[in-house]
């Protein structure tokens, strides 16, 4: 159903803005994977995306969605609404041997500033073949694109490639924000994480922020950003358009 959606051009992006938390204005935005299909529904990627892992055609999804996003971002900075595009990257299509001439080549095709593509890793891609990891890091950092870390906390957190690799953002997992203000383990573990962001001269996203209380807190702690229902859902790139113009400059 996968490759048939792909062929028949079912799959979209949708949008969620990353807002500062001192004075809301958009840092970035969060390209999200959306499939709604004739015969299943809409599908959620935490149901698709491990599959597409398990059969490799996450690297035909991972393609389709880094030039998509390249191409929407490529489009805002051509209308001098230049916004930071984030893309979830999956583990296997970082190992992919022509991972960074692709990345290369699409921004080049598009003619987009790279400063204006976050690659987002999670923890696993970073345990992985340490030498070839930081030397496939580094040459993403050399195109100039910047990369975070997602889901921070949830995989295996060697904490050592935190100073070694050219990582500029971490985002606290959703799954920490969700017990704040009340939950002490909750507590400790973000503002930790945040302590050490600071330390390391990291940013720091927090995801998955839906209410006043867990904003206030994070802000309390010196979070610079969240993202969340709070501030709006991902949305298709027209909606997300009529947003941005709203929020503060
Ligand atoms: P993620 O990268 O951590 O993305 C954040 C997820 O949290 C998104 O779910 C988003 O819609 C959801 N979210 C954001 N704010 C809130 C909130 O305030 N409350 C709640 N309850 N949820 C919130 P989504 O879009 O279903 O994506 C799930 C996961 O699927 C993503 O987690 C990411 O790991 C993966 N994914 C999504 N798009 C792509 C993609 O293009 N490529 C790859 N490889 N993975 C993707
Ligand atoms: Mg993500
Ligand atoms: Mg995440």
Redesign the pocket.
């Known amino acids: 159903a996968m490759r048939k959606a792909m062929e028949q051009g079912l799959f979209r992006l949708h949008y969620?803005p990353q807002v500062s938390l001192t004075n809301g204005a958009l840092i970035g935005v969060?390209?999200?994977?959306r499939w709604t299909d004739a015969e299943l529904g809409q599908m959620?990627?935490?149901q698709f995306?491990p599959l597409a892992e398990e059969s490799g055609f996450?690297i035909t999804?991972?393609t389709w969605?880094l030039e998509e996003a390249v191409r929407q971002a490529t489009l805002w900075q051509s209308r001098d609404t230049p916004v930071t595009v984030s893309?979830?990257?999956?583990a296997l299509q970082f190992q992919q041997a022509d991972f960074v001439e692709t990345v290369a080549a699409v921004l080049k095709a598009n003619g987009l500033q790279p400063r204006l593509l976050e690659l987002?890793l999670t923890e696993s891609i970073l345990i992985q073949d340490a030498h070839e990891t930081m030397n496939r890091l580094h040459a993403l950092a050399a195109l100039g694109v910047s990369m975070s870390i997602?889901?921070f906390g949830t995989g295996y957190s060697s904490l050592s490639y935190l100073k070694k690799f050219p990582i500029s953002r971490l985002k606290i997992d959703?799954s920490f924000v969700m017990g704040l203000p009340d939950d002490e383990g909750d507590r400790a573990i973000v503002s930790a994480t945040i302590g050490m962001a600071r330390g390391l001269k990291l940013n720091v996203v927090a995801?998955?922020?839906?209410t006043e209380a867990q904003r206030d807190y994070l802000a309390s702690l010196g979070c610079e950003s969240f993202?969340?229902?709070?501030c709006s859902?991902?949305l298709p790139a027209e909606q997300f358009e009529a947003l941005m113009a709203q929020l503060p400059k």
């Open positions: 969620q969060e390209a999200l994977i959620s990627p935490a995306i996450i999804i991972g969605v893309i979830n990257v999956s987002e997602d889901d959703r995801e998955g922020v839906e993202q969340g229902f709070l859902p991902g």
